[in-house]
């Protein structure tokens, strides 16, 4: 097994920064063709629920549900010559890179591997919990095209991975397409593939997959040697404190738990991968995002980049609590809105969640998934420019007073009934805020 300090990290920016231990990966750009498959389950946010009313048991009997499944996609696309480049909650972004000579062979691979992970669901379709029977759906979507990556952040407070280009656009898009049990690739994917994949019904620009297309084996994803003690520092900034200092005390075994967070998605636009210069452009963006957020308690989760919209998802309350981390959301969302560099939407919710780390030990990350979650991402969606829209749940939430545009009742997926939501315009005056935690004169008993 790798070191888990490696887990956290995508393949490829794991064996370069073993490569190169002394130098900073901020700033350093790749930009490389490949293909991407983006797999998303139906079916996780039910069990989550469900078993959220067990307590500490539920946590750790949907933890092995959860890590059950991952360690079986992991596997699958490892062995195909995938490797994971993002969760998101439930779902999952994978590269398989191709230089041009071994393009038709990637492509072709890539859809074996998707072909696979769906047979693979024959062992969820029924699953037996504590709080009754439930079952897995997944469906998948490829795409083929030029890719750019690179490293953003503080090197002090918290580094991020991005990746980005239309692969993964397209590949989301093709998803989509797709229903469950499906695979569906968009039309560069089939153009890779020179010929090579059986293919099924139209759908605009994607088609369906409608059998297993014949190709040698790939080569699996070679194991990674245990990284330098001095590359320990870089790779604890790409993961929360808290998560690092465990493993710096060899403790690998994480608390998963149900908890009350507050979610914060934000949405920009401005940014494209194409532009000779976007990586020193987000690098001054999220180097100021960064910062704010360690200012006001939170943890940056993740960054996902696309042309059509890229997005952030940063926590409050996950995986350290403050008692006033709603008001914490707040402030940092205002700061964040004041940011000159790019539109920002933001939508902001408070609930309770599902959060800890998912994956295997070949490759993990500390997510949130469950209902909270979910409003949260469409509030985000329903935002205009520069707009935070906040639930009911989080204004009720907050401790201190602050600024609203009149409320708005807002019909959203997955919700039956409309959610009322508010526009944030600002803090009320003398809406002072404390940083620091408290220091008490008194002893605790």
Same mark, same amino acid.
């Given at each position: 097994?790798?070191?888990?300090?490696?887990?956290?990290?995508?393949? @490829?920016?794991?064996?370069?920064?073993?490569?190169? =231990?002394?130098?900073?990966?901020?700033?350093?750009?790749?930009?490389?063709?490949?293909?991407?498959?983006? $797999?998303?389950?139906?079916?996780?946010?039910?069990?989550?629920?469900?078993?959220?009313?067990?307590?500490?048991?539920?946590?750790?009997?949907?933890?092995?549900?959860? !890590?059950?499944?991952? /360690?079986?996609?992991?596997?699958?696309?490892?062995?195909?010559?995938?490797?994971?480049?993002?969760?998101?909650?439930? $779902?999952?972004?994978? *590269?398989?890179?191709?230089?041009?000579?071994?393009?038709?062979?990637?492509?072709?691979?890539? *859809?074996?591997?998707?072909?696979?992970?769906?047979?693979?669901?024959?062992?969820?379709?029924?699953?037996?919990?504590?709080?009754?029977? @439930?079952?897995?759906?997944?469906?998948?979507?490829?795409?083929?095209?030029?890719?750019?990556?690179?490293?953003?952040?503080?090197?002090?407070?918290?580094?991020?991975?991005?990746? $980005?280009?239309?692969?993964?656009?397209?590949?989301?898009?093709?998803?989509?397409? $797709?229903?469950?049990?499906? *695979?569906?690739?968009?039309?560069?994917?089939?153009?890779?593939?020179?010929?090579?994949?059986?293919?099924?019904?139209?759908?605009?620009?994607?088609?369906?997959?409608?059998?297993?297309?014949?190709?040698?084996?790939?080569?699996?994803?070679?194991?990674?040697?245990?990284?330098?003690?001095?590359?320990?520092?870089?790779?604890?900034?790409?993961?929360? =404190?808290?998560?690092?200092?465990?493993?710096?005390?060899?403790?690998?075994? &994480?608390?998963?738990?149900?908890?009350?967070?507050?979610?914060?998605?934000?949405?920009?636009?401005?940014?494209? @991968?194409?532009?000779?210069?976007?990586?020193?452009?987000?690098?001054?963006?999220?180097?100021?995002?960064? !910062?704010?957020?360690?200012?006001?308690?939170?943890?940056?989760?993740?960054?996902?980049?696309?042309?059509?919209?890229?997005?952030?998802?940063?926590?409050?309350?996950?995986?350290?609590?403050?008692?006033?981390?709603?008001?914490?959301? #707040?402030?940092?969302? #205002?700061?964040?809105?004041?940011?000159?560099?790019?539109?920002?939407?933001? /939508?902001?919710?408070?609930?309770?969640? &599902?959060?800890?780390? *998912?994956?295997?030990? #070949?490759?993990?990350?500390?997510?949130?998934?469950?209902?909270?979650?979910?409003?949260?991402?469409?509030?985000?969606?329903?935002?205009?420019?520069?707009?935070?829209?906040?639930?009911? @749940?989080?204004?009720?939430?907050?401790?201190?007073?602050?600024?609203? !545009?009149?409320?708005?009742?807002?019909?959203?997926?997955?919700?039956?009934?409309?959610?009322?939501?508010?526009?944030?315009?600002?803090?009320?005056?003398?809406?002072?805020?404390?940083?620091?935690?408290?220091?008490?004169?008194? =002893?605790?008993?």
């Amino acid at each position: 097994m790798p070191s888990p300090w490696l887990s956290f990290l995508p393949h @490829y920016l794991a064996q370069d920064l073993i490569n190169h =231990p002394r130098r900073s990966p901020i700033g350093k750009e790749e930009r490389f063709d490949g293909v991407t498959l983006f $797999a998303d389950v139906s079916g996780f946010t039910a069990i989550s629920e469900a078993l959220s009313k067990s307590g500490k048991h539920g946590a750790e009997e949907l933890t092995g549900i959860l !890590n059950t499944y991952f /360690g079986d996609m992991i596997s699958i696309i490892r062995r195909h010559g995938g490797m994971i480049a993002k969760f998101g909650g439930d $779902a999952l972004t994978a *590269v398989f890179p191709c230089p041009a000579e071994k393009k038709t062979q990637t492509a072709r691979e890539a *859809v074996v591997c998707a072909l696979e992970m769906q047979e693979s669901m024959g062992s969820y379709i029924s699953i037996s919990t504590s709080a009754g029977d @439930y079952g897995l759906a997944m469906k998948a979507g490829l795409a083929c095209g030029p890719l750019f990556r690179t490293v953003v952040g503080d090197a002090a407070v918290r580094l991020e991975h991005l990746l $980005a280009g239309e692969a993964l656009d397209l590949c989301a898009e093709a998803e989509h397409h $797709a229903s469950r049990g499906e *695979v569906v690739v968009h039309r560069s994917l089939a153009q890779a593939a020179d010929g090579g994949i059986p293919l099924g019904q139209q759908r605009g620009d994607f088609f369906l997959v409608t059998q297993r297309p014949e190709c040698p084996p790939e080569h699996a994803v070679p194991p990674l040697t245990e990284p330098p003690p001095e590359l320990i520092p870089t790779l604890a900034a790409f993961i929360h =404190p808290s998560i690092a200092s465990r493993l710096a005390q060899e403790q690998t075994a &994480f608390i998963n738990e149900h908890r009350k967070v507050t979610i914060l998605f934000l949405r920009f636009d401005g940014f494209s @991968y194409a532009e000779p210069l976007v990586g020193a452009r987000l690098q001054t963006y999220f180097a100021h995002i960064i !910062n704010i957020v360690e200012r006001y308690g939170g943890y940056l989760n993740k960054i996902d980049m696309g042309d059509k919209g890229s997005k952030a998802i940063i926590l409050f309350g996950a995986p350290i609590a403050h008692e006033d981390d709603p008001d914490r959301a #707040l402030r940092c969302a #205002l700061d964040i809105r004041d940011l000159p560099h790019a539109n920002a939407h933001i /939508g902001i919710n408070t609930g309770y969640a &599902f959060c800890g780390q *998912v994956g295997s030990p #070949l490759r993990q990350e500390y997510t949130v998934m469950g209902d909270a979650v979910n409003l949260a991402a469409r509030l985000m969606q329903a935002s205009g420019p520069n707009e935070i829209l906040v639930s009911e @749940y989080t204004r009720q939430a907050a401790r201190r007073p602050f600024l609203w !545009n009149s409320e708005r009742s807002l019909k959203v997926k997955g919700k039956r009934e409309p959610i009322r939501a508010a526009s944030l315009r600002g803090a009320a005056a003398g809406n002072a805020y404390r940083l620091h935690e408290s220091r008490y004169a008194l =002893p605790m008993v």
